[in-house]
Nanobody, 124 residues
C-alpha cells in the first residue's frame, strides 16, 4: 500500500512563493517511481503541473514553466514542488501522485496512487 501525504499549502499574495512537500510511505520502490504534482481548481478539471521520473527528468505544464520546480529526495521518499511568482490562477488544491509505470511525461502520465491534497490560495 502506497501512502502520499502533502503539506506546505497556504495563502500567499501574488508574486509570492510556496514549497509543497509530499512524503511517501509504504512498500514501494520510491526511487523507481514516477512522481507528479497535479492541481484542481473549483469548477475546473484536474490538470498536470509537473512530473519527475526515476532519472530526475522533469516535465512541466506550459503554464508553470520557469516558475515551478519539481524535485525529489529518494533517501527520504519526499517530493517537492517549489512555486515562485505565484499568480491568482495558480490557486487550487494540489495533489501528489505516484506510479511505477513508464509513462511519466505530461499529459500522458498515468498515476495509480494519489494523496489527499493541500490547498494553495493566491490573492491578487
Amino acid at each position: 500500500q502506497v501512502q502520499l501525504l502533502e503539506s506546505g499549502g497556504g495563502s500567499v499574495q501574488a508574486g509570492g512563493s510556496l514549497r509543497l512537500t509530499c512524503t511517501a510511505s509504504g512498500a514501494f520502490r520510491y526511487s523507481s517511481a514516477c512522481m507528479g504534482w497535479y492541481r484542481q481548481a473549483p469548477g475546473k478539471e484536474r490538470e498536470g503541473v509537473a512530473t519527475i521520473d526515476h532519472d530526475d527528468d522533469a516535465n512541466y505544464a506550459d503554464s508553470v514553466k520557469g516558475r515551478f520546480t519539481v524535485s525529489r529526495d529518494n533517501a527520504k521518499k519526499i517530493l517537492y514542488l517549489q512555486m515562485n511568482n505565484l499568480k491568482p490562477e495558480d490557486a487550487a488544491m494540489y495533489y501528489c501522485a505516484a506510479d511505477l509505470g513508464t509513462r511519466c511525461t505530461l499529459p500522458d502520465a498515468i498515476f495509480g496512487y494519489w494523496g489527499q491534497g493541500t490547498q494553495v490560495t493566491v490573492s491578487s
